[in-house]
């Protein structure tokens, strides 16, 4: 089992920067893939972007490109999401995801962190 933990959510005014943590615990020796995704109140969830555990190799949705970086450490099993140029578009609840599985599909979800960008 794994457990994630998200944090660095809160308000900030639009051109502002935040960066989330998600702090994996557990069988993190078994992760493959590690992700975020994020839901605004009445939308679907979006793939915000991943990164391949091992290779470090990474993707960022159009949406967030140039804005939003993932990085990860794999010392401390914790994944990043650096948000610069914020937008109120951005404001959503921000979920991250780790797969364990040999698909890479998405095994195990953190509990979310809102963030919200005031116009």
């Known amino acids: 089992q794994v457990q994630l933990v998200e944090s660095g959510g809160g308000l900030v005014q639009a051109g502002g920067s935040l960066r989330l943590s998600c702090a994996a615990s557990?069988?993190?020796?078994?992760?493959?893939?590690m992700g975020w995704f994020r839901q605004a109140p009445g939308k679907e969830r979006e793939f915000v972007g991943d990164?391949?555990?091992?290779?470090?190799?990474?993707y960022h949705t159009e949406s967030v490109k140039g804005r939003f970086t993932i990085s990860r450490d794999n010392a401390k099993n914790t994944l990043y999401l650096q948000m610069n140029s914020l937008k109120p578009e951005d404001t959503a609840a921000y979920y991250c995801?780790?797969?364990?599985?040999?698909?890479?599909?998405?095994?195990?979800w953190g509990q979310g962190t809102q963030v919200t960008v005031s116009s």
């Open positions: 995801a780790l797969s364990t599985r040999p698909d890479l599909a998405f095994d195990y």
């Open positions: 557990g069988r993190t020796f078994t992760t493959r893939r």
């Open positions: 990164i391949n555990w091992s290779t470090g190799s990474t």
